[in-house]
């Protein structure tokens, strides 16, 4: 199991948080929460990497801040 908290850029609205969700639900994550400019995965790094993740919130249409 791992949690991971990313930062994403460029989200400004519930429209937004809609969008990742959507793309976010598509995965097999254990839980998930998105809020404006962020979201909290826990997923089992066996059924998924967090390169999914971050590709899931790119076709959602923002980026994944690197820090």
Same mark, same amino acid.
Do not use: W
């Given at each position: 199991? =791992?949690? $991971? /908290? +990313?930062?994403? %850029? !460029?989200? &400004?609205?519930?429209h937004c948080v809609m969008a990742v969700q959507k793309e976010l639900g $598509?995965?097999?994550? !254990? &839980?998930? &929460? @998105? %809020? /404006? #400019? &962020? =979201?909290?995965? !826990?997923? *089992? %790094? +066996?059924?998924?990497?967090?390169?999914? /993740?971050?590709? =899931? @919130? %790119?076709? =959602? #249409?923002?980026?994944?801040?690197? *820090?």
């Amino acid at each position: 199991m =791992a949690e $991971k /908290i +990313l930062t994403i %850029e !460029n989200m &400004s609205c519930h429209h937004c948080v809609m969008a990742v969700q959507k793309e976010l639900g $598509k995965l097999p994550l !254990n &839980s998930f &929460s @998105v %809020e /404006i #400019g &962020s =979201a909290k995965v !826990n997923y *089992d %790094e +066996l059924k998924t990497t967090l390169e999914e /993740i971050e590709k =899931a @919130v %790119e076709e =959602a #249409g923002y980026k994944v801040r690197k *820090d």
